[in-house]
C-alpha cells in the first residue's frame, strides 16, 4: 500500500505561480511511475503531467511551457511547478504512483487549486 499525500494548493490570481508537493510512503526511485491529475466540478479526471522512473516527462498540451514535474526520488517526492497560472487550471489537483509492473494506481487526497482575481 502506497500512501500520497499532496500539499502547497491555494488561491493564486491569473499570470501567477504555485507549486505542488506529493510525498509517497515508499520508495518510488525503481517501480514507479509518477504523474499528476485534475479534476474539475463538472469534469472528468485528466492528466496534467507525468515522469517516469527513467526520467521521461509527458505532459497536456494544455500546459506544455507553463508546468514542469520533477521528482526526488531520495525524498520519494514529486513536485509540479506552475507558472503562468490561468482561470482555467483551477481544479483539485491528485499525485497519482502508477506501478510499472503490476499495473496498481494509488491516488493522494487532493489539493485544492483555485485561479481568480
Known amino acids: 500500500q502506497v500512501q500520497l499525500v499532496e500539499s502547497g494548493g491555494g488561491l493564486v490570481q491569473p499570470g501567477g505561480s504555485l507549486s505542488l508537493s506529493c510525498a509517497a510512503s515508499?520508495?518510488?526511485?525503481?517501480?514507479?511511475?509518477m504523474g499528476w491529475y485534475r479534476q474539475a466540478p463538472g469534469s472528468q479526471r485528466e492528466l496534467v503531467a507525468s515522469?517516469?522512473?527513467?526520467?521521461?516527462?509527458n505532459s497536456a498540451d494544455s500546459v506544455k511551457g507553463r508546468f514542469t514535474i520533477s521528482r526526488d526520488n531520495a525524498k520519494n517526492t514529486v513536485y509540479l511547478q506552475m507558472s503562468s497560472l490561468k482561470p482555467e487550471d483551477t481544479a483539485v489537483y491528485y499525485c497519482?504512483?502508477?506501478?510499472?509492473?503490476?499495473?496498481?494506481?494509488?491516488w493522494g487526497q487532493g489539493t485544492q487549486v483555485t485561479v481568480s482575481s
Open positions: 497519482n504512483a502508477h506501478h510499472r509492473w503490476f499495473g496498481f494506481d494509488y
Open positions: 515508499v520508495s518510488i526511485s525503481t517501480n514507479y511511475d
Open positions: 515522469l517516469t522512473s527513467g526520467g521521461r516527462p
